[in-house]
């Protein structure tokens, strides 16, 4: 519907990570570097880290996207509250080596994997654990254990660990000081900007052939930053909803209103059911009169109502318009 209204090429804000549309924001140009730097370094962990959605895995596809295929054997493993014998099983099918046997057969094996191609010239290995604050400590101490397989001097595997900020508080314990003495380079992915929400959100949608329609009135990307933190895939999710407002209502100019109708829309959906800006409706206290308990309790109400009779509304005229162009498009076939 959007290629077709607007004539974009693809729909410019899915949420799947796409190397193809890297937006090098400040923050994720300085973590892409100490990507580059801790791997020039050959050796220890490096840590990235992120709110949910703030692009930790378009940086980590931009980075193998990027790699000598020739030069790096790369395993990379999502965690789920696994634990230190899981892990090992996990780190040696992402390399390839068997991972039958007791744990030691485990270790042993990745071991020898590691040593394969330790002669000069060969491809290094580089593991890269994402959702890392999900491990246990027992099994962060299985990796730094992997990080001391070394020959001729050399360190055989590098660790980058990927996560959300839980990951420092945890890689802060005492109980891993030795792995945190070998953490050479570590980044913390802020949200972006107000200035680079407005820079990304146009590099989005020049990516997928816009050229000016729809435009967006004055302040518009602006409220889209208020709203979403400047987090990348909230701000995907957001605008990619506004597109379809715009397109379903045959509009060329997305409005402040627009946007903020549409994160009420998503909030109610997604969320606690609040518009933007508006606050929980405070418990009544339970020391005042009856009749202003119940004048709180009717006003609360009366809110919540308004907010969904709106959205409601809403909805439906978006529905007939929906209709309306299924209905066109059949009678066309």
Known sequence: MLVEHYGFREPPFLLTPDPRVFYASQGHSRAYAHLV?????????????????AGKTTLIERLCAELDPGAFIVSRIETSQVHGDDLLRLVARGFGVPTGGTKADVLGAISDALRATAGEGQPRHLLIVDEAQALSPTALEELRMLSNVTAEGRALLQTLLIGQPQLRRLIASPDLDQLRQRVLASYHLDGLSKAETRAYVEFRLRAAGWEGRPAWEEGAMDRVHE???????????????VLLTGALEKVDLLTIRTVEDTAAELEADLGAGLRPGEEPVPS????AGELAVLRAAVEGLAKRLEALEKSSKRRERMLGQLADLVSTYTKRR
């Open 37 to 53: 730097y801790g791997i020039a370094q050959r050796e220890g962990f490096i840590i990235v880290t992120g709110e949910v959605g």
């Open 227 to 241: 709203l979403t933190g400047g987090i990348p895939r909230r701000i995907n999710r957001l605008c990619s909803r």
């Open 284 to 287: 009544p206290d339970p020391g």
